[in-house]
């Protein structure tokens, strides 16, 4: 959360991925440790994405639902995703909406941005 510009704020883990392998398609620009490595906030020793989260495969297409198709827990849910998953993801993004007042400028990408673009209370509990 450093910096003037987050040329990423807008984009999901997997298109990040997606992006880094098409600008490798024809010689390695970004090198493939950097690709591979398992991803992380890097705040401890050791600490990965996946200690508190989904894999990105299957958290992406749930965000997506909720931030860009405005879906609610329960057509999230009847999509076919776990209740319980759906439930603890939403919430983290709820108790964390705050961060993305405090995150730098972001480049839209998406219909529906995560940042600025994205406006809802920071302590309203509307999905209880």
């Known amino acids: 959360m450093a910096g003037g510009l987050g040329v990423l704020g807008d984009v999901y883990k997997m298109q990040v991925y997606a992006l880094a392998e098409y600008i ?27 200690d508190s989260l989904p894999e990105y495969d299957i958290l992406d297409p749930i965000l997506y639902q ?22 603890r993801i939403l919430r983290m993004v709820n108790m964390n909406e705050y961060k993305r007042n405090q995150f730098c400028p972001i480049i839209r990408v998406s219909p529906k941005a995560f940042g600025v ?12």
Not at 26 to 48: F, H, M, W, Y
Not at 70 to 86: C, M, N, W
Not at 117 to 125: F, H
């Open 66 to 87: 909720y931030i860009e198709r405005r879906q609610g827990p329960k057509e999230i849910t009847a999509q076919g995703f776990d209740g319980a998953l759906v439930a």
């Open 24 to 50: 490798n398609k024809d010689r390695e620009v970004i090198p493939r440790n950097i690709i591979e490595k398992a991803p992380s906030a890097e705040l401890r020793e050791g600490q990965k994405d996946s």
């Open 117 to 128: 673009g994205r406006r809802v209370p920071i302590v309203g509990k509307y999905l209880s």
